[in-house]
C-alpha cells in the first residue's frame, strides 16, 4: 500500500510540475507574444508615421512648386503691365522688350498649362484665385490708362 501512495505522490507531484511548467512556459510565451506584438505595432506605427511625413512633405512640395509656377505667371504679367505703361507712352521705345516678352510668355504659359485645375488643392486653389485677382487688378490699371 505503501508503495502504491509513493506511486500516487510521485505521479501527482509529477502532474503538478507538468502543470507549473507548462504555465511557466505559457506565460514565457504569452510575455514574448506580447512584447512581439507590442514590437510590431511600434514598427508600424512608426511605418504609418513616416508615411504620412513623406505625404505631406509631398504635398509642401507640391504647393512650393505650384507657388512658384503662380509666382513665374504674376511676375511675368506685371512685366507686361509695365511693358504696355511703356507702349502708351512711346510705342517705338518697347518693340526689343516685347520681343524678349513673347519667348517669354511661351515659357511661362507652357509651366501654367502644365496644371491640371482639377487636381488642386484648396491650398492651391485659394493661391491661384489670390494671384488672379492680383493680375486683373493690374490689368485693368494698365487698360485705364
Do not use: H, W
Request: a negative charge; glycine letters at 2%.
Amino acid at each position: 500500500m505503501r508503495k502504491i501512495l509513493t506511486l500516487a505522490t510521485a505521479f501527482a507531484l509529477a502532474l503538478t510540475m507538468g502543470i507549473v511548467m507548462t504555465g511557466c512556459g505559457s506565460r514565457a510565451d504569452d510575455a514574448a507574444d506580447v512584447e512581439e506584438t507590442t514590437q510590431v505595432t511600434e514598427e508600424t506605427t512608426t511605418e504609418a508615421t513616416e508615411a504620412a511625413e513623406e505625404e505631406m512633405e509631398a504635398e509642401d512640395s507640391s504647393f512650393e512648386e505650384f507657388k512658384k509656377t503662380m509666382d513665374d505667371y504674376e511676375d511675368f504679367m506685371n512685366s507686361y503691365c509695365d511693358l504696355m505703361e511703356k507702349y502708351n507712352d512711346d510705342p517705338a521705345s518697347v518693340m526689343d522688350e516685347y520681343l524678349e516678352m513673347n519667348q517669354k510668355y511661351l515659357i511661362v504659359m507652357e509651366e501654367l498649362d502644365a496644371i491640371d485645375e482639377d487636381e488642386l488643392t484648396d491650398e492651391e486653389e485659394a493661391y491661384y484665385l489670390e494671384v488672379m485677382a492680383r493680375i486683373n487688378s493690374r490689368l485693368a490699371e494698365v487698360s485705364i490708362q
